[in-house]
């Protein structure tokens, strides 16, 4: 059974910083475009930020841009990581990655139904 294995949930106060993980458990990130979406309550999912395995080629909507980083683990190359920093009250969601063959594409890594392989979830919360 091939599944996204989630972690790092957290608590963390406005500007503050937080990495997720998101770990491929029974097949090899080797050509994968690996995406983190997001939900808050009341509102769509939508679509952070996408990492292409086979060249690392990123891409981030403008709500994040700039304050978190996609990237995949230099030793494993089979974990992805979502780093966030100078989080807003705003940012608060579960957080989710999902993938699918064969990388990001620019028209489409923003979309769910486009990944197939998704993550149980992780909550992030931002608070004072």
């Known amino acids: 059974q091939v599944q996204l294995v989630e972690s790092g949930e957290g608590l963390v106060q406005p500007g503050g910083s937080l990495r997720l993980s998101c770990a491929a458990d029974g097949f090899i990130l080797d050509a994968y475009g690996i995406a983190w979406f997001r939900q808050a309550p009341g509102k769509e999912r939508e679509g952070i930020s996408c990492i292409s395995s086979i060249d690392g080629t990123t891409y981030y909507s403008d709500s994040v841009k700039g304050r978190f980083t996609v990237a995949t683990d230099n030793t494993t190359k089979n974990t992805v990581y979502l780093q966030m920093s100078n989080l807003r009250p705003d940012d608060a969601a579960v957080y989710y990655c999902?993938?699918?063959?064969?990388?990001?594409?620019?028209?489409?890594?923003?979309?769910?139904?486009?990944?197939?392989?998704w993550g149980q979830g992780t909550q992030v919360a931002v608070s004072s």
């Open positions: 999902a993938a699918e063959r064969l990388r990001c594409y620019p028209n489409s890594w923003h979309e769910a139904q486009y990944y197939g392989i």
